[in-house]
């Protein structure tokens, strides 16, 4: 039997516990927002992330 590496068990834990989100913004757009994360210290993805948990509490859910 073939082993299973760190990162297919990885990637089999994500799409079993997490659903993507897909995004369409302009190319200047992501890179004016990766550039602002990137000069703060943090990443696009914590910043969505924050936004997100943030809205919902905001909205009362």
Do not use: H, W
């Amino acid at each position: 039997m073939e082993k299973t590496s760190k990162s297919a068990k990885q990637q089999e834990y994500m799409r079993k516990t997490y659903v993507r989100f897909p995004l369409d913004l302009k190319p200047d757009v992501l890179a004016a927002y990766r550039a602002a994360c990137e000069k703060n210290g943090t990443s696009p993805t914590a910043e969505i992330k924050k936004f997100i948990a943030r809205y919902i509490e905001e909205a009362g859910e």
